[in-house]
DNA sequence: TAGTGGTCTAGACCACTGG
DNA sequence: CAGTGGTCTAGACCACTAA
């Protein structure tokens, strides 16, 4: 395939291109397999390595996969466009952990039914609870009343939440530094709730007013749930941003 | 470097490692360079093509990059551990649209002051308004009511919204379809908020319930916010969930 | 077994960056 | 200009998968 002009892009990204455009056009359908490598540079009349960068960058995107001994995968006709909303540890969820101060209210052993909110696992299961406020520096009213729960055996962590070094970071890391585990995911959910009684008062605010809920499992290996915690906001003092950027571009 | 026993990984790979130790104990200290490529081959004994591919997948986890003509620097001496969630569109942001239907209330031109959110840029500049209420199929209250801003000169695609194709997908799309652009990042801010006068009688709740509010702020090319979208849930109607996951494992 | 992709070598030239 | 990483070739052997 002779062109017009000399082509000054890198032939890898030629022979990508083209490949792409036959796997849009159908030539190459979704599901199916390329052509093999040596065929590819033949056609291309290329080096196999050229080849092989054309189909790693191809990879990258999605739209192909290679396994050893069988072949080239077409997995999708599109570029694979992602929205990706990315945090370098855990802490960042809450977005204001730096310069607050942690203050335990309680510390006490509950069974899961006895939880104001759904706990996994059996419901007669033992955790492990502390009830705390936090407060930003300086601020005489607290911005979040949590409940944080644990599994028994992770209890321990929490003599060590007290002191000034266990204040300084969340429960989850003590926990994972401890007990040397890891936390594969979190989930989170966040809902408008009304501050009544009890809450409202440790809070300082009117009973009534609106605050944010915020909903944390912590997930450890094996999809095991080992930490779930529970905040409420006042909505003055709180709001949640995130930020979620394009990943990828065309290849 | 001779190995007591016939290592069976890659070279590749042990080369990466060796090279990744030595970033660890410091000797290739974060900031500074590594060897030029010719000299890793030379320690390693390998050939320059197993040198970059040992520096390709350093690369991928965060540890170095190269530039061109100047050398590979060392940009961490970590892993980068990432906690990432990840959309396959925007429209997973909103996390409900699909069997939803859209109700335009108003549509009107507006200047940035006059929003009762704040527009970005100047605070005279003309924006494009629709006013809206979302509806679950089936159900006689709305989950959501809407204000979308966007930028005049995307303000046509408001006559697409109305009719059945165009209720089917979410405002930005419509955008990005009609006038060929693409949404490089999306804020969104979410807070608690009273639900009072009007809004309240549009989403049939007493006024003076809680409800969460989300801001969305859309970007496209060259930081431009093109389109904001306000939206106020009530509280038992919605609420938001997400889910990070641990993103890489070492080398 | 034959055929695939995975790894590897020893060369070469080019494009970019800095002094 | 010299030196760097970026691209490319023509070969080779190995590891994996399926028939």
């Known amino acids: 395939m002779p ?8 032939r890898y990204q030629i022979v990508a291109e083209a490949l792409f455009d036959d796997i849009r056009r159908g030539t190459f359908p979704v ?3 390329l052509p093999t490598e040596a065929q590819i540079c033949e056609r291309f009349a290329v080096s196999r390595h050229t080849v092989r960068e054309a189909l790693r960058s191809l990879a990258n995107v999605g739209v192909v996969s290679s396994q050893h001994g069988i072949g080239t995968q077409v997995t999708s006709d599109h570029i694979q466009e992602r929205y990706v909303q990315s945090f370098a540890s855990i802490s960042d969820l809450w977005q204001y952990v730096k310069d ?5 209210l309680a510390l006490s052993d509950v ?9 996994p696992g059996d ?3 033992p955790w492990r609870m502390l ?40 429960i989850y890391a003590l926990v994972e530094r401890r007990h040397h585990i890891v936390t594969r995911r979190v989930r989170q ?11 409202a008062a440790l809070l300082k605010v009117e009973p009534g007013s609106c605050g944010l809920s915020v909903l944390r499992e912590y997930v450890g290996e094996g999809d095991e749930v080992y930490e779930v915690t ?14 979620v950027v394009l990943a990828q571009a065309p290849p």
């Open 3 to 10: 062109l017009g002009f000399p082509d000054k892009r890198p």
């Open 31 to 33: 599901g199916g397999h």
């Open 100 to 104: 607050t101060r942690r203050e335990c």
């Open 111 to 119: 069974v899961a039914s006895d939880a104001r909110i759904a706990l």
């Open 123 to 125: 419901p007669g299961a």
């Open 131 to 170: 009830e705390g406020l936090r407060y930003m520096s300086g601020k005489p009213e607290p911005v979040a009343w949590t409940q944080v729960f644990l599994l028994p055996r992770y209890g321990d962590v929490f003599d060590e939440a007290g002191n000034d070094a266990g204040n300084e970071v969340l």
């Open 189 to 199: 959910t966040i809902t408008a709730t009304m501050i009544e009684g009890a809450t």
């Open 230 to 243: 529970w905040s409420v906001h006042p909505a003055e003092r709180y709001s949640y941003s995130m930020e």
